[in-house]
C-alpha cells in the first residue's frame, strides 16, 4: 500500500518553460515533505521541503506547493534546464517513534527537458 | 565537508552467496539510514540507527539481512544467504536531525 504516490512515471518539456511535477499522499500524520533529484549512478540528493504548516517553499528556480486538504504537492521548476533532466523523488516524514523520523519515498517521475 | 561514503560501488554474486555493504556517514549525524532502491522504485527503509541504536528494523528480512553501527558511526549491511530479489541499489544515508537526509552514492548489487 503505497502512502507516497507519483502517479507520473515522466514528463517532457521543453527548455524554458515550467515543469510540474505531482506527489499525492495517504497518511493525513505526515508532517514534512521533501523533494530529492538523481541523477544516474548517484545517490538521491536533496532539493527543496516544505512543512505542513506551510502551503508555499520556494529556493530559486523551485517551487513546492502543498494542499493538505487534497493530501497534494507539487514540485514547479520556472524556468526548466536541460540540466533538471533526472528523476525527482517526492518524500513525506512519519514519525517512528520519540527515537526519530523517516522518510518514505514515492517511485519518483523521471524529467527531461529537451533544448 | 565530506559526503556519505559507501562501498563498494558495485558488486555481482551468485544466489546463496553472502555480500557486505560498508556505510561511513556525515561526521556528526546521529542517524543512518540503510535503504533499498529496486529498478523503477523509490528508496524503501530497511533500517534506521540512531547512534548505535535501532530505531526501526521493521521492514529488514531478518532471515537474511542483518545490520549494525557499532560504535555509531560507521555501518555494515549483510545479506546472507543472496536471492535474486535482492538485486538493488542499497543506500545509505545520514542526517543530522529529522527531515532532511543526505545519501551516499549506492552499491549496485547483481545477484545472478
Known amino acids: 500500500d503505497q502512502q507516497v504516490k507519483q502517479n507520473s512515471p515522466s514528463l517532457s518539456v521543453q527548455e524554458g518553460r515550467i515543469s510540474i511535477l505531482n506527489c499525492d499522499y495517504t497518511n493525513s500524520m505526515f508532517d514534512y515533505f521533501l523533494w530529492y533529484k538523481k541523477y544516474p549512478a548517484e545517490g538521491p540528493t536533496f532539493l527543496i521541503s516544505i512543512s505542513s504548516i506551510k502551503d508555499k517553499n520556494e529556493d530559486g528556480r523551485f517551487t513546492v506547493f502543498l494542499n493538505k486538504s487534497a493530501k497534494h504537492l507539487s514540485l514547479h521548476i520556472v524556468p526548466s534546464q536541460p540540466g533538471d533532466s533526472a528523476v525527482y523523488f517526492c518524500a513525506a516524514s512519519e514519525r517512528l517513534n520519540q527515537a526519530g523520523t523517516a522518510l518514505i519515498f514515492g517511485k519518483g517521475t523521471t524529467l527531461s527537458v529537451s533544448s | 565537508e565530506a559526503g556519505v561514503a559507501q562501498s563498494p560501488r558495485y558488486k555481482i554474486i551468485e544466489k546463496r552467496q553472502s555480500v557486505a555493504f560498508w556505510c561511513n556517514p556525515i561526521s556528526g549525524h546521529a542517524t543512518l539510514y540503510w535503504y533499498q532502491q529496486i529498478l523503477g522504485q523509490g528508496p524503501k527503509l530497511l533500517i534506521q540507527?540512531?547512534?548505535?541504536?535501532?530505531?526501526?528494523d521493521s521492514q529488514l528480512p531478518k532471515d537474511r539481512f542483518s545490520a549494525e553501527r557499532l560504535k555509531g558511526v560507521d555501518s555494515t549491511l549483510k545479506i546472507q544467504p543472496a536471492k535474486l530479489e535482492d538485486s538493488a541499489v542499497y543506500l545509505c544515508a545520514s542526517s543530522f536531525r529529522d527531515g532532511e537526509a543526505f545519501f551516499g552514492q549506492g552499491t549496485r548489487l547483481t545477484v545472478v
Open positions: 540507527f540512531q547512534n548505535n541504536g535501532v530505531v526501526d
